[in-house]
């Protein structure tokens, strides 16, 4: 469907575009195909989104009188889920997207939003392109404030060993695709702020870099986070070494007391004749009581020694 939006959003054919006029549209691959040669759009564009292997990365590439672009977005509430996938095409005074893939219609919500955003202010389609780019992402900060409180929580938790463990690793792994994908986002803002072949006026390209700037920030916040739970990490780590380490002294400060009951248990076991005290009807007692002043001695030692 395509509106044109210099003082109302009216549709309006294809045959009626004109250069005077802005323009904003979204259709899906297959209306596309029957009209991209009316847009002056190139067929190997075409080609490229029947491609599924190029939507791992977002991308945007400068055509002669055109930028086509490729993007994927991550539902960073929940990155494993299918993503949403959508082509762009910005021309001089067009704005079109393209819906590869929208279960959740949040990209029709974006564009929706973004056009009527656009005719209350009557703005650039250079502006339309920096307000839906942004909207695309808006959610990820409060998304990023968040998770990084739920890792503040989970330091705080008394946590199986392997249950915390697993957690930091999953969360460190989806952190880590969300830094790329900030970084491609980046990449994409990047090369529009060049305005290859002056498609947008020249005080316009400036959106471009305040984009630049705000995913520049979520790929810090997310480096932040990961730094965070690197900090979780090795701080469970201390506290797990310092547990085991109480454990092996406890065990050691246990050997220490009864080896010296050992020594004694097998000095007697040899059964020598020249032994008096085993003849002797206190030998018994005696041993006893001797095992036990053993003990309670090495006790009382090793408690000053704060050993338990």
């Not at 040669?37 to 190139?42: C, M, S």
């Not at 339309?128 to 998770?147: G, H, K, P």
């Given at each position: 469907m395509i509106y044109q939006v210099d003082h109302q959003k009216e549709i309006v054919n294809i045959h009626d575009i004109q250069e005077e006029h802005r323009y904003i549209a979204m259709m899906d691959l297959e209306e596309?195909?029957?009209?991209?040669?009316?847009?002056?759009?190139?067929?190997?564009?075409?080609?490229?989104?029947?491609?599924?292997?190029?939507?791992?990365?977002?991308m945007i590439i400068p055509a002669y009188h055109y930028y086509f672009g490729l993007v994927h977005l991550i539902n960073a509430r929940d990155i494993f889920v299918k993503k949403d996938s959508l082509a762009l095409f910005i021309f001089k005074n067009i704005f079109l997207v393209v819906v590869i893939d929208d279960e959740d219609h949040h990209i029709n919500q974006v564009f929706q939003?973004?056009?009527?955003?656009?005719?209350?202010?009557?703005?650039?389609?250079?502006?339309?392109?920096?307000?839906?780019?942004?909207?695309?992402?808006?959610?990820?900060?409060?998304?990023?404030?968040?998770?990084?409180?739920?890792?503040?929580?989970?330091?705080?938790?008394?946590?199986?060993?392997?249950?915390?463990?697993n957690q930091l690793r999953q969360l460190n792994k989806e952190l880590l695709l969300l830094q790329n994908y900030y970084e491609n986002f980046m990449t994409i803002g990047e090369d529009l702020e060049m305005n290859h072949h002056h498609i947008f006026e020249d005080d316009d390209s400036r959106y471009f870099e305040i984009f630049t700037r705000r995913i520049e920030r979520l790929s810090k916040n997310v480096e932040m986070l990961r730094e965070i739970l690197n900090q979780a990490h090795s701080a469970h780590q201390s506290r797990e070494d310092y547990k085991l380490n109480k454990t092996m002294q406890f065990f050691t400060v246990v050997t220490t007391i009864f080896m010296p009951l050992t020594l004694i248990a097998g000095w007697y076991g040899m059964n020598f004749e020249n032994m008096p005290e085993l003849k002797s009807i206190y030998g018994y007692p005696a041993v006893i009581v001797l095992s036990c002043i053993v003990v309670i001695g090495l006790i009382v030692l090793f408690k000053k020694k704060k050993f338990l």
């Open positions: 596309l195909k029957s009209c991209y040669q009316e847009f002056g759009i190139d067929e190997a564009a075409i080609q490229r989104l029947e491609d599924p292997s190029l939507f791992h990365q977002n939003s973004s056009s009527d955003y656009v005719l209350q202010k009557e703005v650039s389609i250079t502006r339309l392109v920096y307000y839906f780019l942004s909207d695309l992402l808006a959610a990820d900060y409060q998304y990023l404030e968040e998770l990084q409180n739920e890792i503040e929580e989970l330091e705080t938790q008394e946590e199986d060993s392997m249950h915390f463990t």
